[in-house]
């Protein structure tokens, strides 16, 4: 079955809901007017509950089918909040609010999932219970954590739950995916150095911590091309490397290293942190000086059950044609918290020739609408089909 012909008939009063969103962008948990938009609207549909205020500004809409057999449950779940970046789109609907745009496409997948529910509220066509959920706090806020930590799979007894992000440079409303080990566990380092400031003429009455901090910045890429199996993904990237003083002629007392850690298994984000702490420690104490590593786990690794995988691969399939494997991702989704306590899945879902997320530039192609609409309503009625 192709694009459902209600939600294609919906597209543009989505769109409108979906720019509204755009212009009015929130960052982590402070999306209050997104939440009491969505709240709202969830109740316009006719929901048969709407609960605010899970995982501090989650909201969580019921929608029950016709009949209900088996007392299947499903999750449906969207992001809502934005990214503290200046928007340069240039749109007509481009954000009204400074520092904040909407540049990773959170306002199209809480649209997308809004249409989807407001099919499911007014057709009812399966046999189960439909549970909508809209997170706040993905973008590194871990809302996703709090929402599952305030009890929501056990309060509504979701057996299973799927997600969806769009991807830049895919066909428009194309879909692709991949079972198992799909996005990245993220953790962050921050690295202080200490040793002894000094003049820059005379190095030899200093440690220098310039030195130092540049010889760890090196050695850390051994963790990736001389501890790490070759076939293992890890990433450790130091971006941000600042001493305590600027001055020309100064050898600077400290210096902050700051980096992240992208890892697609628990042995290795274990040998990541392992072996920071041991470089950093090392070679500082050759030099002289001393390190103090403070390792910050943040998202686990990202895992697609298999056969919910499978799963909604075929509904893809049957809403565009096609469902291509994914490659791996090196970024990190706090999805991965919601999949760690029920099996399920997440995809992806073309959004056509745009600039990346996370870019100034990056606009959610409103074309993907239908498709993601029709995905996730097709998951509910294809996964509890009317008795």
């Known amino acids: 079955m192709p694009v459902k012909n209600r939600l ?30 969505v709240a709202e609207k969830l109740k316009e549909f006719g929901c048969d509950d709407v609960v605010t205020g899970i995982g501090r500004t989650g909201v969580v809409g019921v929608i029950k089918g016709t009949s209900d057999s088996a007392g299947k449950v499903i999750g449906l779940r969207a992001d809502m909040d934005a990214l503290p970046i200046e928007e340069q789109t240039g749109v007509e609907y481009a954000s009204k609010t400074p520092g904040a745009m909407h540049a990773c496409g959170h306002d199209g997948h809480t649209a997308m999932l809004l249409g989807a529910a407001k099919y ?3 057709t009812r066509n399966f046999d189960g219970t439909a549970i909508v959920i809209f997170q706040p706090a993905e973008e590194g806020g871990g809302g996703g954590k709090e929402m599952c ?3 929501m799979m056990e309060r509504w007894g979701i057996q ?9 440079n895919m066909p428009a409303g194309q879909f692709a995916i991949r079972p198992g080990a799909f996005f990245a566990a993220t953790d962050q380092f921050d690295i202080e150095l200490e040793g002894q400031g000094g003049h820059a003429a005379k190095p030899h009455e200093t440690v220098d911590t310039t030195v130092m901090a540049s010889h760890i910045v090196l050695a850390l890429q051994t963790i990736a091309s001389r501890n790490a199996d070759p076939v293992d993904q890890i990433v450790v990237s130091v971006t941000s490397f600042e001493t305590s003083s600027n001055a020309f002629n100064v050898i600077p007392q400290r210096v902050h290293l700051r980096g992240t850690v992208r890892t697609m298994s628990p042995e290795m984000r274990d040998l990541a942190e392992k072996r920071i702490n041991e470089i950093c420690t090392g070679t500082a104490g050759t030099f002289g000086g001393r390190a103090e590593v403070t390792y910050h786990r943040g998202y686990p690794v990202m895992v697609n059950s298999d056969e919910q995988t499978e799963f909604a691969a075929e509904v893809a399939r049957s809403v565009s044609g096609q469902c291509e494997e ?36 990056y606009n959610f192609n409103d074309e993907a609408i239908p498709a993601g609409c029709s995905w996730w309503a097709e998951i509910v009625e294809q996964r509890m089909p009317a008795a």
Request: without cysteine; aromatic residues 8%; glycine residues 8%.
């Open 8 to 37: 294609a008939e919906l597209h543009d009063e989505i769109t409108e809901w979906r720019r509204d969103i755009h212009q009015h962008p929130e960052i982590l948990f402070d999306t209050h007017r997104t939440s009491a938009l």
């Open 120 to 122: 499911l509220a007014e």
């Open 149 to 151: 930590d305030d009890g």
């Open 160 to 168: 299973e739950v799927y997600g969806m992000h769009n991807w830049p």
């Open 326 to 361: 994914a490659a791996i991702v090196m970024g990190g989704e706090d999805f991965a918290f919601m999949l760690e306590e029920r099996p399920g899945a997440y995809i992806l879902v073309g959004n056509g020739d745009t600039a990346a997320v996370h870019h100034p530039e």
